[in-house]
């Protein structure tokens, strides 16, 4: 109509605030709403924080304590083993090969090199006192390579293993420690010369290279053969000899009899005529057997009418490494009794693969950091699309 007044009718409003027309202008968010987004971003976050802490503490709680109780459960002891522990004719015995508690030569400096030495010490001591406590042994062997690094260390160094040492591996005073001198003590492998400086050093800190010690029927005999690689110093037989008392003969050596030079293992064999002899150095456990007549006909070494008549047999045993440093998945002990007739029955105590438990950690981090990162990410998204409207 002419001259007619129209009026426009205003658009509707949202109850709740103002409708977004087509060409308006992207709503910003007021004070409060930007605190309320803000608060549920915090919550998020440390929702994600708390349950990154939580799962944390149960990594570490089954890698540092429980994965050792459950290692345990499957620790499987001699025959007969629980009955013998209170009778005075058999002898219980904890061997162990190479535990070469680290230096500080070969491994990483700084702070690195602490944790992994500290990780290292803690699982020797964790697994021995563990295994310690259950078996309540006679006697304790160690079969050489205390340390990694004894032979090349200064007198300083040596006197923080020789310390490390009997503190990773304290025994109660009424268990006997036989302790045996191995290439990383003393020298024998490659360039790293055996001397006398470096035997009297062992010997001053730890015991004697040769000797005899007695366990109630089993006389044990520590040889120093040391290495296959060099010329080892001559093994005082007839003072040994003349120590030798009790009906059942264990030899102890580093190396094994098959690796050393072929007229010591049959001259030693024939002299001391053991009924088993235990070695490590190679960081395995295997089994052999030595009809001692065999050998020293073999080496051409004479030998008397009743050994060729007895026809003698010496079963050695390889002892594996008590270390998870030596590169190997199979880490253990080894547990023997031994009773007045000389029969003995044994068994390996496997131990917990450290560089599995390792490894679990590293996944861990990785997971924390991948999932820290998108949440993040997902967080700014939503607060930049919030922003629109």
Not at 76 to 89: A, E, H, I, M, T
Not at 166 to 193: C, R, S, W
Not at 347 to 355: A, C, D, I, Q
């Amino acid at each position: 109509m002419d001259g007619a007044h129209v009026t426009r009718r205003r658009p509707l409003r949202a109850p709740n605030g103002p409708m977004p027309l087509r060409g308006d202008k992207p709503h910003r968010l007021s004070p409060s709403e930007g605190a309320s987004l803000k608060g549920r971003q915090c919550c998020r976050l440390l929702t994600f924080h708390r349950t990154a802490v939580l799962v944390g503490v149960l990594v570490v709680l089954y890698n540092e304590v429980l994965v050792y109780y459950i290692n345990k459960t499957s620790w499987k002891l001699p025959p007969g083993f629980s009955q013998s522990r209170n009778d005075d004719k058999i002898v219980r015995l904890i061997i162990a090969g190479d535990p070469q508690i680290q230096g500080y030569q070969y491994e990483v400096g700084g702070l690195v090199g602490w944790v992994t030495r500290l990780d290292s010490d803690r699982y020797l001591s964790k697994t021995f006192h563990l295994l310690l406590d259950l078996v309540q042994p006679d006697a304790v062997i160690f079969l050489g390579d205390l340390e990694d690094e004894g032979s090349v260390a200064s007198d300083v160094e040596y006197s923080d293993y020789v310390r490390r040492f009997y503190q990773i591996f304290h025994v109660p005073a009424e268990t006997k420690l036989i302790l045996l001198a191995g290439d990383n003590d003393i020298g024998g492998e490659g360039a790293d010369m055996i001397t006398q400086e470096k035997m009297q050093r062992f010997e001053k800190n730890f015991a004697p290279l040769n000797e005899v010690v007695r366990v109630k029927n089993v006389d044990f005999i520590k040889v120093n053969l040391v290495t296959p690689f060099q010329k080892s110093p001559a093994v005082p037989q007839t003072r040994l000899m003349s120590q030798l008392s009790a009906p059942v003969r264990v030899l102890l050596s580093h190396v094994t009899l098959n690796s050393a030079v072929l007229q010591t293992a049959a001259t030693i064999l024939g002299s001391f005529r053991p009924q088993y002899a235990f070695s490590a150095h190679f960081h395995k456990y295997e089994r052999a057997a030595y009809n001692i007549t065999r050998i020293m006909r073999y080496a051409g070494l004479p030998y008397p009418a009743d050994l060729a008549r007895q026809q003698l047999v010496t079963q050695e045993f390889q002892v594996p490494t008590c270390s998870y440093r030596m590169g190997t998945a199979e880490i253990g002990y080894m547990v023997v009794t031994i009773d007045h007739a000389g029969e003995m029955s044994s068994s390996v105590v496997w131990l917990p693969r450290r560089y599995v438990s390792l490894c679990v950690y590293v996944v861990y981090l990785i997971v924390v950091v991948l999932a820290w990162i998108v949440q993040r990410a997902c967080l700014s998204s939503r607060r930049h699309h919030t922003t629109q409207y």
